[in-house]
């Protein structure tokens, strides 16, 4: 476990570090992220204790989220101000999101001669 942690917080650092040093708008864990998927398709397989200490990660992902619900406590007053703009953001990404994730699923399923749910094959 601790190798696996340590792994995950070197490929974290290293995002940061680059993210940082090269100026980029992207988030440092985001790329730690993709040297580790990097690392992982250079390897061809995921190393049985990385994938033992990440499914209990996953499975305790909920205590990720009690930080952000406290930092939404600390600002309720600025929530009750300006809950529209939020709202409508929440809301148009979440559509957004989903249109986006419908175009690329059929688009790949075409790509790969599937037929999406729906699609009839033409022969």
Same mark, same amino acid.
Do not use: Y
């Given at each position: 476990?601790? &190798?696996? #942690? ?22 440092? =864990? /985001? ?5 580790? #998927?990097? !690392?992982?398709?250079?390897? &061809? &397989? ?9 499914? !209990?990660?996953? *499975?305790?992902? @909920?205590?990720?989220?009690? =930080?952000?619900? /406290? ?6 007053? +600025? #929530? *009750? %101000? ?6 409508? !953001? /929440?809301?148009? @990404? ?6 986006? !994730?419908? %175009?690329?699923?059929?688009? %790949? @399923? +075409? #790509?790969?001669?599937? =037929?999406?749910?729906?699609?009839? +094959? *033409?022969?």
């Amino acid at each position: 476990m601790l &190798r696996a #942690l340590t792994l995950l917080l070197i490929c974290q650092l290293l995002g940061e570090a680059v993210a940082v040093l090269a100026n980029w708008p992207i988030p440092g =864990p /985001v790329l730690g992220l993709a040297f580790l #998927l990097a !690392g992982l398709l250079i390897l &061809r &397989r995921s190393p049985d204790w990385l994938q033992d200490t990440s499914a !209990g990660l996953l *499975k305790h992902l @909920s205590l990720l989220f009690v =930080p952000a619900s /406290v930092g939404l406590v600390q600002h309720a007053d +600025r #929530l *009750k %101000v300006e809950w529209l703009p939020l709202a409508a !953001g /929440v809301i148009v @990404s979440t559509v957004a999101a989903i249109a986006v !994730g419908a %175009v690329v699923f059929v688009a %790949v @399923s +075409r #790509l790969i001669g599937a =037929p999406a749910e729906g699609e009839d +094959r *033409k022969a």
